[in-house]
């Protein structure tokens, strides 16, 4: 912004302020020959810029004492004007179709199916917004608020990381719902939260006593014993155990093929079984390996949070069987290279961050000991 004088064609002077660019155009402003007038004009705009930054040039005066008129009408109010615009983007016109949280949340996984995304990927979808709309089962979505945002991930049980994938999951529905469905909602409550993850998050195992007592229940429960056993002594993935089926599992050579269509990492390997792995699968009977495709009941996800109560545990761990499998391999045989191929690990930090004195190799050999 500066103060110009200008030579006219007719040879008089012109003094004028250029105050830049301002709306997207360069705006100029000529007070002929009062030199006073423009300084007066300059000192004003400048005023208006300390005062009030760019706004106080682009505004004319009548729009600037109404800011200012509401601005003092929304401290009275103890509201901001940030918070005014806020609660207008949320109620205002913008919002064109409005619906309840659950109807926002079906019609985003309806979408989802139709956009062909894969079976786990829908899974996850539903696990994770499905629970935010049995939390929010009459809240408008677009009245959603980040304190309700922050609440839902807080009480479901979930682990940080847990949390902030189900926060990821949560910032794709509204960008849908905003973006997509044209006007189901103006604005992202979640926008700006996040996170903060556990410094270290314990790993949770399973003792040795607490192995043979599930070990044994799944004795009395055969169609459980395959994915016990794949997991506690095998350390297979919780959703590969889910998808494998039984020819991908050699009970006379030891080993389990788990594929790159079902693993993790979309990198297929082989695990191989210990002989008392396999004396427990067999334990289960004939019957068991034949009477479906897929290792796991069809009926898991009821089931398992019905099994473990039943071993004498009172809180589940997350991972623990995988868990207990790595920290009791490790203590065992200190074979890094072989604990990490057989887990599907890209990397030993894993190991050394995780598993590494977790267990004793007096209880770890315990646990290989297990036998039916």
């Not at 469905?181 to 939260?193: C, E, I, K």
């Not at 009172?314 to 200190?334: D, E, F, I």
Request: aromatic share 8%.
């Amino acid at each position: 912004m500066k103060l110009r004088k200008r030579r006219l064609p007719s040879g008089h002077f012109s003094w004028l302020i250029d105050y830049g660019i301002v709306d997207g155009v360069r705006r100029r402003v000529s007070f002929g020959e009062d030199r006073g007038a423009a300084e007066r004009a300059l000192a004003k705009a400048q005023a208006a810029v300390v005062s009030h930054g760019a706004l106080g040039l682009s505004a004319s005066p009548q729009e600037m004492a109404e800011f200012l008129t509401l601005k003092v009408r929304l401290r009275e109010a103890g509201a901001s004007i940030s918070e005014a615009v806020e609660f207008f983007m949320r109620h205002g016109t913008l919002v064109k179709n409005r619906v309840l949280v659950p109807e926002l949340v079906e019609s985003f996984l309806w979408a989802k199916v139709e956009a062909g995304k894969s079976r786990r990927t829908l899974e996850t979808y539903r696990g994770t917004l499905r629970s935010l709309a049995r939390a929010f089962p009459l809240v408008m979505a677009h009245e959603l608020t980040a304190g309700q945002v922050l609440a839902w991930l807080a009480g479901q049980g979930w682990s940080k990381r847990t949390q902030s994938g189900a926060l990821g999951h949560f910032r794709s529905l509204y960008a849908w719902g905003r973006e997509v469905a044209q006007g189901h909602v103006a604005v992202d409550p979640s926008a700006g939260l996040v996170v903060k993850a556990d410094l270290a998050e314990e790993i949770g195992t399973l003792t040795v006593e607490q192995c043979g007592r599930m070990l044994r229940q799944a004795l009395l429960e055969p169609r459980m014993m395959p994915y016990v056993v794949l997991g506690m002594f095998g350390g297979l993935r919780r959703a590969e155990m889910e998808r494998l089926t039984w020819d991908a599992i050699n009970l006379e050579e030891r080993t389990v093929v788990v594929g790159a269509r079902i693993s993790k990492t979309r990198q297929r390997r082989v695990v191989d079984l210990t002989v008392n792995a396999v004396a427990w699968i067999r334990a289960a009977g004939e019957e068991v390996r034949g009477k479906t495709a897929r290792v796991a009941p069809s009926n898991l996800k009821e089931k398992w949070p019905l099994f473990w109560p039943k071993c004498g545990l009172a809180v589940w761990p997350n991972n623990g069987l995988r868990h207990t499998y790595a920290s009791m391999h490790y203590a065992m045989w200190q074979d890094e290279a072989k604990l990490q191929a057989q887990m599907g690990h890209e990397s030993a930090n894993m190991l050394h961050q995780h598993y590494r004195a977790l267990k004793t190799r007096r209880e770890a050999a315990g646990f290989w000991a297990l036998a039916p």
